[in-house]
């Protein structure tokens, strides 16, 4: 699944938990439970692979960008923690995937070889996946996690 639909996905959990500690925890689980659904992927090249990730990792960077500043401008006494919540949901989300870049930068893995198999056995990729799948979950999570931080701010 795209880095971005992760942290999508860990907004709509930091918003809805609000509890950063769990939110953080939730967000690493929720990772390999979407890898694990049918998404888009199998690249043919490491060069298309490449391509798509380092536009889908700037996408995610700014799309965090984007929804901490929303949450911080959202009215309430409970902004902080529900900003601390959102944030760390999302860092959740995301961190999984931090060994490709760090394994193309730096040459280094950053999780255990066992966590690693797991993670690439359990995808599920399809090439023709990205219109049914990869953009119907984005716009499901955008919109989830745009509902919830704007409830959010008004309810608490």
């Known amino acids: 699944m795209l880095v971005t639909n ?3 996905s860990g907004a709509v959990i930091g918003a809805a938990v609000r509890r950063p500690l769990p939110a ?17 992927g199998k690249w043919e090249t490491e060069q298309q692979f490449l391509r798509v990730a380092v536009a889908d990792g700037l996408t995610g960077l700014a799309a ?6 929303a949450v911080l401008r959202t009215p309430g006494n409970g902004r902080a923690k529900l900003a601390a919540s959102v944030v760390l949901g999302m860092a959740g989300a ?3 995937d ?3 870049p760090a394994h193309i930068i730096f040459k280094r893995k950053l999780w255990p070889d ?3 198999r797991f993670h690439g056995r359990i995808q599920d990729e ?4 990205f ?4 953009l119907v979950a984005g716009a499901g999570f955008a919109l989830a996690a745009a509902t919830l931080i704007a409830r959010r701010g008004t309810n608490r």
């Open 6 to 8: 992760h942290v999508l």
């Open 24 to 40: 953080l925890a939730i967000g690493v689980a929720s990772h390999f439970a979407l890898d694990a659904l049918p998404h888009w």
């Open 64 to 69: 965090m960008g984007v929804i901490t500043r």
């Open 94 to 96: 995301a961190m999984p």
């Open 98 to 100: 931090l060994d490709k």
């Open 114 to 116: 066992a966590v690693n």
């Open 126 to 129: 399809e090439p023709h996946r």
């Open 131 to 134: 219109f049914s799948h990869e």
